[in-house]
């Protein structure tokens, strides 16, 4: 691999002990009649982070331009090589199912990523919007990077390429201006193991560059819903952009440090999911606020943040979570002029019915009946 130590020898020539992959690479490359070839490794100062930055923002322009593109899918290594004569062993075919997740960047050169962003003409604004919320985030989180500092550095060329298409939007730290409320609504799945906070990764804490692990999202919300309202972006070179909202907070306590779920009152619970187990953390010196969304059939929706404890004002806070709704025992009462009623014995069944239709009505009138208080101004970082 080029590095600054080799970096002046390899501008000259290249050593005749390449691994066996990329030789057979430049085999293909001779056969096709190519003059050229791209490999990251080679093309890439390795330990030069500003030449790394500066590359990954034109991968999307590279592949997009490509001649042909090589897989070397058979080759588990750059030494082991893909052009090995083939077995003569005759093959045992067998069929078994499983869940396939996204271990390359082929994952990201779909059809999809394609049409969307590296051929503009035949996409529109609108479905690049939420085709990078539905598929291209997603697909990207999955990918096993070998820095987690490299989540939005390497996204980069994918995002100068987005922005051909969304030319009045501004890309801010894997989100974007227009659509920043919708894309705030990003979450992780606790399924896929423990997630954690990327440290020096330049990344806010709103921002799913800030974690380690797959994160979706549940479309719950369009850019033009919410009460809730960005007034400012504050960006700078030097640190992580701040969001500047106005909107609606309600006090929510942790009784439970390993559970999923945050106290509004007695018997009064909102389901979280946890950015990084980090946010678990119980103690009474941290005050937790829902950050409330809108509300809908699953519940009210937003997200969950943590005071910064660093700032003086009382005014800057940090997104910990992702709250998706009443818990069950909640979700089985409804809402009136006392408050929430407990829906009766007999209606312990969760198959729906008059009680979970008056749950999802109670919802909508609880998030209505905060957002007649007065919204709060503050950071969030």
């Known amino acids: 691999m080029t590095t600054l130590s080799n970096l002046e020898a390899y501008t000259v020539s290249l050593p005749n002990d390449l691994p066996q992959t990329f030789q057979d690479a430049l085999k293909v490359a001779r056969a096709l009649e190519i003059p050229y070839i791209w490999i990251d490794s080679l093309c890439i100062v390795q330990d030069s982070p500003e030449d790394w930055k500066h590359e990954a923002s034109l991968m999307a322009q590279v592949y997009a331009n490509a001649h042909v593109t090589i897989f070397a899918d058979a080759a588990p290594n750059s030494t082991s090589g893909f052009l090995s004569p083939p077995s003569r062993k005759a093959p045992q075919r067998s069929v078994c199912e499983c869940e396939c997740s996204a271990t390359s960047l082929r994952t990201l050169r779909t059809t999809s990523v394609m049409k969307h962003f590296l051929h503009p003409q035949d996409s529109d604004v609108s479905s690049a919007e939420a085709n990078w919320r539905s598929e291209i985030v997603p697909a990207y989180t999955e990918l096993d990077l070998t820095f987690a500092t490299d989540r939005l550095p390497a ?130 010196k941290i005050s937790r606020y829902f950050l409330v969304f809108e509300a809908d059939d699953g519940g009210p929706f937003g997200l969950l943040l943590n005071i910064d404890r660093n700032d003086p004002t009382g005014q800057q806070f940090r997104r910990v979570g992702y709250v998706h709704g009443h818990s069950i025992s909640k979700w089985r009462r409804s809402w009136g002029s006392g408050g929430w009623a407990s829906s009766p014995s007999e209606a312990s069944d969760t198959s729906g019915g008059i009680w979970e239709d008056a749950g999802k009505e109670g919802a909508r009138e609880w998030v209505d009946e905060i957002f007649k208080g007065e919204p709060v101004t503050f950071r969030l970082i």
């Open 155 to 284: 996204i980069q060329g994918l995002a100068n390429a987005a922005q051909r298409l969304r030319s009045n939007d501004e890309y801010i730290s894997g989100l974007w201006r227009n659509t920043m409320k919708a894309d705030l609504l990003w979450h992780r799945n606790a399924a896929d193991g423990n997630n954690h906070r990327i440290k020096d990764g330049g990344a806010p804490t709103w921002s799913w560059g800030s974690v380690t692990e797959p994160i979706y999202y549940s479309d719950r919300i369009t850019p033009s819903d919410s009460n809730l309202q960005i007034l400012d972006i504050i960006t700078s070179e030097e640190k992580p952009p701040v969001l500047v909202i106005r909107g609606h907070l309600v006090n929510v306590k942790l009784d439970d440090p390993y559970s999923d779920t945050v106290s509004l009152g007695p018997d009064d619970d909102l389901r979280v999911e946890w950015d990084c187990e980090g946010g678990r953390t119980k103690s009474n």
